[in-house]
Structures are given as structure tokens and as C-alpha cells.
């Protein structure tokens, strides 16, 4: 997929979005054919020199960008050439897919797992153990603890979880046998 077509997706550009911020949202909009050194992208976008190595090194980090070094023979400076490396992308957004399903299901086992209390005064959740150690009143202000049904929370993270593992292609996980 070319760089025009990618960054033409929504979900690459808030991708790129909350990896590099607003500031370095042009650098990552702006690849190049070829190598470029930031001083260059510094000029062409019109920013500063120090935001452009930030989101640079951003994507660096999150394998959308390499570079190679030269080393000048007469002064001895190093210049970086950087290459965007987009094709990447689709990997990584299946990547956080994955990071994101697995936290889900680990919070949607904690919900399941445990009996919630509520001070609705402070809006304060206590797990049953927290709210039988306290009387089951509100340590911050006393109020007495109600029993808190968390089944439209649950249902939601059921809802997202069948989402993304569809997304993912992957079947359902095999209910435990009773």
C-alpha cells in the first residue's frame, strides 16, 4: 500500500496521531520518497528542528522509520538519513488490536470475578473484601456502601472483546466446562 493511500485512512492517521501528537502529526503526514535528513524536513514543513527529531525518533522507536548515518570527512558531523517505513503500519496496528484484546479479557475476568460496592456520595467503588474492612461504609465520608451491579460493564467488554476478535480473525475462546 502507498504512503498517499495510508495516510488517506482514518485509522492510521489518529494511529500516527497518538503516537507523534499534534506537533509531530506533520512530520508523520509528510513522508518522503527516499531519504531525507530532518534538517530538511525541518525547512520543508516550517517547524522547529527539535520537533521534527522528536516525532522522527517516535517512529523510530515504533519501527515506522530507519536511518543510516554519514559521517562528513571534513568536519567529522554525523547526518542521518531517515526513511519512512509505513508498510509497517498495518503490523502494528494488529499488534496494539492484540495488547488491547488481552486487557480486555483480563479486566473482563476481574469484573466477572469479584462483587462490587459503591459509596454513591464520592462515587467511590470498593471490591466486597475493601467494603467488608471498612463496615461497609465510605472510608472518605461515611455514607454507607450500596451493592453495585457492574453487568452493563461487563456486557460492554463482551460486545467489544466479540469485536475485536473478529477483526482479528480469531474464533472465540472455548467456554470452561462445567
Known sequence: MAFEDLLEDPVIQKYLHELVGPTGMPVAAAPPDGEVTDEELAE????????????????????????????DEDSGWLTYLWTFEYENIPERLEEEMHRLLEALEEREDYERDNEFYLCEQDSIRF????????????????????????????????????????????????????
Not at 527529531?53 to 519501527?63: G, K, S, V
Not at 461504609?137 to 472483546?161: F, H, K, W, Y
Request: hydrophobic share 40%; net charge negative.
Open 127 to 178: 471490591e466486597f473484601g475493601e467494603a467488608m474492612e471498612f463496615g461497609f461504609q465510605c472510608p472518605n465520608c461515611g455514607a454507607e456502601l450500596t451493592s453495585m451491579s457492574n453487568e452493563r460493564l461487563v456486557d460492554a467488554m463482551e460486545r467489544r472483546i466479540a469485536e475485536l476478535r473478529e477483526e482479528l480473525h480469531l474464533s472465540a475462546p472455548e467456554e470452561a466446562e462445567a
Open 44 to 71: 520543508e514543513l516550517g517547524m522547529e528542528l527539535n520537533d521534527v527529531r522528536r516525532a522522527l525518533f517516535i517512529l523510530y522507536e515504533n519501527d515506522l522509520a530507519s536511518y543510516r548515518r554519514l559521517r
